[in-house]
């Protein structure tokens, strides 16, 4: 499957199923469009009609002969092998690797947005105790067959509402590496509010990444990112922020925003922290009911699609004058990135990762938690509802008939189950919102790799 567009002065070519980006010029554009649907001699009589007294006969033949070339040798036109693979994959993939530990089902914010419900997911206030969590990582440990590395995040609600009990879950996990040879990576996510010293120094030697909530200027951010007092959070959480990530010492972690109808220009949001001295960034569309008021609407669609442009060529130019960023959306791997497994069956939610609620039941992802017909289980007895589970388990790149023809399918693996379900009423429905802001974010990915490499 081809993939063709003009980005930044660039003609794009993109083999979906080899991962073959080309740039080309503008007659390779033209015959490379024509080549599935035309013989040889109609490609060459309407480029030589449309080039005429630019282009002669002999440099139309060879061009047409590359790319024949390139077919041969499987970078453009390659066939699709992958979909026989997609289900086996999953099927026979029965190891857990991850788990979300929502450790606090409470929080000492306020977020409009926040699908969460206030950390409350619906139900009541609870706190994870120690004994609930570390049977978590028991059940981790006793499902994770062979897999050696294993990761846990720290989520909530606020987490640090509950900073001891995560401190003793570290060192109950940091005592069984041994004992059954697995390596444990952490997560934690946080608003920043209840940051302290202790936090900082943990975190730091002991959180594989962390994810810091900023939304950007302080007028955004703290328009919906408000205290349960009603007042906004920027200038708390700002200087924590910055102090937490001045004593990362190039270890991972995520300033991770939200934009809403409100910031539809959230390119000043990402330049914004990135001027603060942050550099590894990511800003999420909101998906939430569309009645809300500060919910994306088909009319933003255009300006998004401008913003991430604008993003990805602000990010070119700050690279090359040595003050660059990182965007996690455009973080993307051509020659070795993720394997096809991955590309295939994408996060594993409900099968090889899973959300334990503070009272230990099981979900497939945290934004499953509270929905009772989504309830996997829990720790103790493990997965009770495998006709739940077998769902998740249809859930990859092929599982859709509208993926099937997609040219991002191995980019996205078929997109958030949870997304779908949330716009659909059906796990293995259509985000069409949330598809077409992904497309324009591969495309901006690619056309940034393809500058840096004509630069080389």
């Not at 609407?297 to 690279?319: C, G, S, V, W």
């Amino acid at each position: 499957m081809i993939h063709q567009y003009k980005l930044n002065g660039y003609n794009i070519v993109l083999d979906t199923c080899s991962g073959s980006v080309h740039t080309v010029d503008e007659v390779a554009y033209d015959m490379i469009q024509m080549y599935e649907e035309k013989s040889k001699e109609e490609i060459l009589q309407a480029i030589l009609e449309k080039y005429k007294g630019r282009l002669d006969g002999t440099e139309a033949v060879m061009c047409f002969e590359d790319i024949q070339a390139l077919a041969r040798e499987g970078s453009l036109f390659a066939k699709d092998e992958y979909e026989d693979l997609a289900f086996d994959f999953k099927n026979n993939s029965h190891v857990i690797k991850a788990l979300c530990l929502h450790v606090a089902h409470t929080c000492n914010l306020n977020c409009s947005y926040c699908f969460a419900r206030q950390g409350k997911y619906q139900g009541e206030r609870a706190l994870m105790s120690f004994t609930v969590g570390k049977q978590a990582l028991d059940f981790l440990i006793a499902h994770s067959g062979t897999r050696t590395n294993l990761e846990v995040d720290f989520f909530g609600g606020e987490p640090l509402m509950v900073w001891e009990v995560i401190k003793q879950l570290v060192a109950y996990a940091r005592e069984q590496e041994p004992v059954h040879h697995k390596k444990f990576r952490f997560t934690l996510t946080t608003n920043g509010m209840l940051i302290d010293e202790d936090v900082i120094a943990f975190s730091n030697r002991e959180m594989h990444n962390v994810v810091l909530s900023l939304d950007g200027r302080k007028e955004i951010h703290d328009h919906l990112r408000k205290t349960v007092g009603g007042e906004g959070s920027y200038d708390t959480i700002l200087p924590k922020f910055q102090e937490f990530v001045k004593r990362r010492e190039g270890k991972n972690y995520y300033m991770r925003g939200t934009f809403t109808h409100n910031n539809v220009d959230f390119t000043n949001d990402i330049f914004h922290m990135a001027d603060l001295g942050f550099r590894e960034l990511s800003m999420e569309p909101v998906v939430c009911d569309p009645s809300d008021p500060y919910a994306l609407t088909e009319a933003d669609l255009p300006k998004l699609f401008d913003q991430y442009e604008i993003l990805a060529k602000e990010m070119l130019r700050r690279n090359k004058a040595g003050n660059g960023f990182a965007f996690y959306h455009y973080m993307l791997d051509l020659e070795n990135g993720p394997c096809v497994y991955k590309r295939i069956s994408g996060c594993g939610s409900g099968t090889e990762y899973m959300a334990v609620t503070p009272w230990g039941e099981l979900f497939p992802c945290h934004q499953f938690v509270g929905d009772d017909k989504y309830s996997l289980g829990n720790i103790w007895e493990g997965v009770k509802t495998p006709d739940v589970q077998e769902q998740f388990r249809h859930c990859n790149a092929y599982a859709r008939e509208e993926c099937r023809d997609c040219w991002a399918k191995l980019y996205c693996s078929g997109g958030c189950a949870a997304n779908a379900y949330h716009a659909t009423g059906n796990i293995q429905g259509i985000y069409e919102y949330g598809c077409k802001l992904f497309k324009k974010r591969i495309e901006c990915a690619i056309m940034m790799k393809v500058a840096e490499s004509c630069e080389e």
